[in-house]
């Protein structure tokens, strides 16, 4: 069974440019979650999508957007890039919401790198 | 605020001997609660969970833990330690539909 993929591995992008992250979820999983792993901060929850609604989100600023396909991949958007922006942006899926569904399993991650 | 603790950010162990990692949460209600595994290049990897019942829990690679609610504590333990359990490891909790990490503990182990 292939595991939560994400795409790319890695991006390099300048102050105030706009990214784009992808995120294919384990089949039969239907939410998909966000997170930004920050040196020395840990993972901060960002974005939970569920059956392609935003069922929460994180104390992020509303650039940080994001959305869920119907296929259940996600995206993860980010504009007007800033220097702290630059982190380990994994994405986690599990097979719906309550109880043992909140398992989740993750992707290796997308290393941005904002100059 | 809610939020989860792991007060030791670096622990390092000898290979054969005792592991016990700290976590302790802040929240009102009884929490989902979880510890995760960060090996180096490789995502993180789900250990063991509680949700409810019995309070000692039994995860992968012989690694538990014990939900204590009077100290608000969900420590993660392993009898003997392995050279590769050398990683990081971070608690977390989920309440009120949101998802709360601790900032990890890295695991040293030496022979």
């Known amino acids: 069974e292939a595991g939560v993929t994400q795409s790319p591995t890695h991006l390099i992008k300048t102050r105030g440019q706009q990214v784009t992250l992808r995120c294919s979820p384990i089949?039969?999983?239907?939410?998909v979650y966000w997170y930004q792993q920050a040196l020395g901060l840990g993972l901060q929850f960002l974005l939970w999508?569920?059956?392609?609604?935003?069922?929460n989100r994180g104390n992020f600023p509303p650039r940080f957007s994001g959305r869920q396909f119907p296929n259940y991949s996600s995206e993860l958007n980010v504009n007007a890039l800033e220097l702290e922006d630059s982190a380990l942006y994994l994405c986690?899926?599990?097979?719906?919401?309550?109880?043992?569904?909140?398992?989740?399993?993750f992707g290796p991650g997308t290393r941005l790198t904002v100059t | 605020a809610q939020s989860v603790t792991q007060p030791d950010i670096h622990i390092t162990v000898s290979e054969g001997a005792s592991l016990e990692l700290r976590c302790n949460y802040s929240?009102?209600?009884?929490?989902?609660l979880f510890w995760y595994v960060q090996s180096p290049g490789q995502g993180l990897q789900l250990l063991l969970k509680?949700?409810?019942?019995?309070?000692l829990v039994q995860g992968i690679k012989g690694f538990e833990a014990e939900f204590k609610r009077s100290q608000s504590s969900f420590n993660l333990r392993k009898p003997s330690v392995h050279w590769s359990d050398a990683a990081e490891y971070f608690c977390?909790?989920?309440?009120?539909?949101?998802?709360?990490f601790g900032t990890g503990t890295s695991l040293t182990v030496i022979p």
């Open positions: 986690a899926s599990s097979l719906g919401t309550g109880g043992v569904s909140y398992e989740q399993y």
């Open positions: 509680y949700f409810s019942g019995d309070t």
């Open positions: 089949s039969g999983h239907t939410s």
């Open positions: 999508y569920d059956e392609g609604e935003e069922r």
């Open positions: 977390a909790v989920e309440s009120g539909n949101q998802f709360y």
């Open positions: 929240y009102g209600a009884t929490p989902y």
